[in-house]
T-cell receptor
Framework: EPEVTQTPSHQVTQMGQEVILRCVPISNHLYFYWYRQILGQKVEFLVSFYNNEISEKSEIFDDQFSVERPDGSNFTLKIRSTKLEDSAMYFC????????????FGPGTRLTVL | QKEVEQNSGPLSVPEGAIASLNCTYSDRGSQSFFWYRQYSGKSPELIMS????GDKEDGRFTAQLNKASQYVSLLIRDSQPSDSATYLC?????????????FGRGTSLIVHP
């Protein structure tokens, strides 16, 4: 069964460094999402992406963040100048079409900022 | 602020019982509702989606939606210890020109043998 994959599973970085989190969505899906979940807290929407551009973004998704689909398969989240409070699980999700709203999540990347 | 509210629990039920999980949401215009299961340290796994008022059944799971009361629930019949997890309610809410997925904090379910 097709699934969303994410790499790395765990990323440790120093405060102020840039990180790139990678996702491979399900191949025939058209809508892509990034979410964040700080330990013990709820899943928070960051950004949605469709047709090679951002569809929506939350207040969390400020200039520190960017997304890209550099080729036909990968979907990346870049976090510049990381802060301690960026430490969280980051989940990628994909959705087949706008009519079918079910989203399928990847296993997540645990980001630890020291 | 548009919110999805869930009782954090834990909800403890004996094996074989029915577990009832509840969720309320603030946006009356919401049209799409989802239940996810999340094991500790893992990603959310979609269990059910529901779009119309009433009940929707899938195996041991039944989702119930009442848009007038802005209420959605999940029933788990014949609960098993493997059902022990956090259950997340998610609602697509209208925000800034499109629907944004909004999650509740989740309800922790413990099924004891």
């Amino acid at each position: 069964e097709p699934e969303v994959t994410q790499t790395p599973s765990h990323q440790v970085t120093q405060m102020g460094q840039e990180v790139i989190l990678r996702c491979v969505p399900i191949s025939n899906h058209l809508y892509f999402y990034w979410y964040r979940q700080i330990l013990g807290q709820k899943v928070e929407f960051l950004v949605s992406f469709y047709n090679n551009e951002i569809s929506e973004k939350s207040e969390i998704f400020d200039d520190q963040f960017s997304v890209e689909r550099p080729d036909g398969s990968n979907f990346t989240l870049k976090i510049r100048s990381t802060k301690l409070e960026d430490s969280a699980m980051y989940f990628c999700a994909s959705q087949k079409t706008s009519s079918y709203n079910e989203q399928f999540f990847g296993p997540g990347t645990r980001l630890t900022v020291l | 602020q548009k919110e999805v509210e869930q009782n954090s629990g834990p909800l403890s039920v004996p094996e074989g019982a029915i577990a009832s999980l509840n969720c309320t949401y603030s946006d009356r215009g919401s049209q799409s509702f989802f239940w996810y299961r999340q094991y500790s340290g893992k990603s959310p796994e979609l269990i059910m989606s529901i779009y119309s008022n009433g009940d929707k059944e899938d195996g041991r799971f039944t989702a119930q939606l009442n848009k007038a009361s802005q209420y959605v629930s999940l029933l788990i019949r014949d609960s098993q210890p493997s059902d022990s997890a956090t259950y997340l309610c998610a609602v697509n809410m209208w925000e800034g020109g499109s629907y944004i997925p909004t999650f509740g904090r989740g309800t922790s379910l413990i099924v004891h043998p």
